[in-house]
C-alpha cells in the first residue's frame, strides 16, 4: 500500500510541476491549454495501465475513477429531472403530476422557457460528488473529466435526443485561463464529442469581457454579470450545439451563452453539465 500511496502522491506533484511550467512559458493559450491537457491525461492513461489506483471516493483499489461501488451508488440516482433545466422534478412537480423522465418539464420551464433546449446532468452537486468537480476543477485532476465524459455520454443515449453536431465549452476569459492554465469544461468536452462522433470546437464561442465570479452573486445579477459576455466566432446556421460545463447552479451562464447562439442561427442548444446544484 505504501508504494502506491507514494505513487499517487507523485503523480499529483507531477501533474503540479507540468501546469506550472506550461504557464510559465511563452507559447500562447494553445500550447497552455492543449499541451497540459493532453500531457496530462497521457501520463495518467499510462499510470492506469500500469498500475490500479484509488477510487476518487473511497479510497478502494480501482482501474477508474470511482469503483464499481461507488459507480453504481452515486450515479444512478433516480431522481427524476426537467428535461429543460434538469432539476429534480420533485422541486416542482405537486402531488399527482407526471414525473416520468421523457420530455417531462418542470413549471418554471413551462412559465418561463429558457434560450436553450435541453440539459443533461448526472447528479445534483453534493458530497461526495462535489469533490471530482473541485479537484477538476481547481487541482487539475483531469481523470475525472474522462469519467464524466463517459458518464454524460451514457446518459444522453437515454435522452432519445440526436446528437449535437457541435460540442465547445462554456469560454473561460482569458485571464482566467491564464491562471488556471485549462478550462476545465473543455477537458469534459472533448472526450464527450469524441465519444458522441460530433465535432469539437474549444473555441467556438469568445467570452468578451472579464465577468464577476458567479458563486457570489443572486440570480438577477447573474443575468446581468453574463448577459453580453460572449460571441460566437464560427458558423452555427441550423446546428444542433452542445455546451459543456462543470456545474450548473442558477444557469444564467448557460442561458446567456444559448441566447448568443440562437441570435447567431443555431437550430438547438443542449447542455451538458457534470453537476446540478439543487434549489431544496
Not at 452537486?125 to 465524459?149: C, H, I, M, S, V
Not at 459543456?244 to 441566447?259: E, N, P, Q, Y
Request: glycine share 6%; charged share 25%; hydrophobic share 40%.
Amino acid at each position: 500500500m505504501f508504494p502506491r500511496l507514494w505513487i499517487g502522491l507523485m503523480d499529483r506533484q507531477f501533474l503540479f510541476i507540468l501546469r506550472r511550467s506550461v504557464l510559465a512559458s511563452s507559447a500562447g493559450l494553445g500550447l497552455l491549454q492543449k499541451g497540459f491537457i493532453d500531457a496530462a491525461r497521457l501520463f495518467v492513461r499510462l499510470h492506469d495501465i500500469a498500475l490500479p489506483s484509488q477510487c476518487a471516493l473511497c479510497g478502494n483499489l480501482s482501474h477508474r475513477v470511482l469503483c464499481a461501488g461507488c459507480d453504481e451508488q452515486y450515479w444512478n440516482q433516480a431522481r427524476t429531472r426537467c428535461f429543460i433545466c434538469a432539476l429534480p422534478m420533485s422541486v416542482f412537480a405537486g402531488p399527482g403530476e407526471d414525473r416520468s423522465r421523457a420530455q417531462s418539464r418542470c413549471k418554471l420551464c413551462i412559465t418561463e422557457p429558457p434560450h436553450f433546449d435541453a440539459t443533461i446532468a448526472l447528479a445534483d452537486y453534493r458530497a461526495p460528488l462535489d469533490t471530482l468537480a473541485l479537484e477538476l476543477k481547481f487541482q487539475a485532476r483531469l481523470a475525472g473529466a474522462d469519467e464524466f465524459a463517459r458518464q454524460l455520454q451514457a446518459t444522453f443515449e437515454d435522452s432519445n435526443v440526436a446528437a449535437p453536431d457541435i460540442v465547445a465549452p462554456v469560454p473561460l476569459s482569458r485571464k482566467r485561463l491564464r491562471t488556471r492554465g485549462y478550462n476545465q469544461a473543455w477537458s469534459i468536452g472533448k472526450p464527450l464529442a469524441r465519444r458522441l462522433g460530433a465535432h469539437a470546437d474549444a473555441t467556438l464561442i469568445e467570452r468578451t469581457r472579464n465577468t464577476a465570479p458567479q458563486a457570489k452573486l443572486d440570480l438577477d445579477t447573474r443575468r446581468h454579470n453574463v448577459g453580453d459576455a460572449f460571441r460566437v466566432l464560427r458558423d452555427v446556421r441550423g446546428k444542433h450545439v452542445g455546451i459543456v460545463d462543470d456545474v450548473m447552479t442558477s444557469g444564467a451562464t448557460l442561458d446567456a451563452l444559448a441566447r448568443t447562439l440562437k441570435t447567431a442561427g443555431a437550430r438547438r442548444v443542449t447542455n451538458f453539465v457534470a453537476l446540478r446544484t439543487p434549489q431544496d
